[in-house]
Structures are given as C-alpha cells and as structure tokens.
C-alpha cells in the first residue's frame, strides 16, 4: 500500500502561482514514477505532468509551458510549481503513484485531492 497526502491547494487570481507538494508513504520502494492529475466539473481526470524515477517528465500541452512538475525520489515527494495560472485550470488535483511489484504488476495510487481555485 501507498498512501499520498497532498497539499498547497487554494484560491487565486488569475496569474498567480501556486506549488502542490505531495508526500508518499508506505510502500515508497515500490514507486518508479510520480505524477499529479486534475479532475473539472463534469470532466474526465486528465494528466497534468509525470516524472519518472530516471527524471523523464511529460507534461499535457496545455500546461507544459507553465507548469514545472519535480520529485524527490529519496523523500519519496513530488511538487508541482503553477504560473500563470487561468480560470481553466480550476479542478481537483490529484497526486498519483505507479509502482509495479512481482506477481502483482503495476499499479496506481491516487490521494484524496486539492482544490484548486483560479479566479477572473
């Protein structure tokens, strides 16, 4: 099991910055990748950015020329630094965990989410 607590959440103008950090805990040996996810109203969960153990990043097009994602793999903690923040933006952000353990596979841990709020 791996357990991810998020925070850095909140409300802010439209242009601001906010940074996310999320902690694992548990079975952190078991990560090989980090990542946050955000989820709007009445839209499907969609990726934001990724960071694998080996420092390959990815990041979704609308974010990538604003959003910064950076992980500590001995703290076992991912942070995601936002500029330039737009109304858009406005979801619930999720932390997420890939690990792969034999005779299991891979497999996704989620924490419980922040809001993030950008108003106009």
């Known amino acids: 099991q791996v357990q991810l607590v998020e925070s850095g959440g909140g409300l802010v103008q439209a242009g601001g910055s906010l940074r996310l950090s999320c902690a694992a805990s548990?079975?952190?040996?078991?990560?090989?990748?980090m990542g946050w996810y955000r989820q709007a109203p009445g839209k499907q969960r969609e990726l934001v950015a990724t960071?694998?153990?080996?420092?390959?990043?990815n990041y979704a097009d609308s974010v990538k020329a604003r959003f910064t994602i950076s992980r500590d793999n001995i703290k076992n903690t991912v942070s995601l630094q936002m500029s330039s923040l737009k109304p858009e933006d406005t979801a619930v952000y999720y932390c997420?965990?890939?690990?792969?353990?034999?005779?299991?596979?891979?497999?996704?841990?989620w924490g419980q989410g922040t809001q993030v709020t950008v108003s106009s």
């Open positions: 997420n965990a890939k690990t792969w353990k034999p005779g299991t596979g891979f497999y996704n841990y």
């Open positions: 548990g079975s952190i040996f078991s990560i090989n990748a």
């Open positions: 960071v694998t153990n080996g420092g390959s990043t």
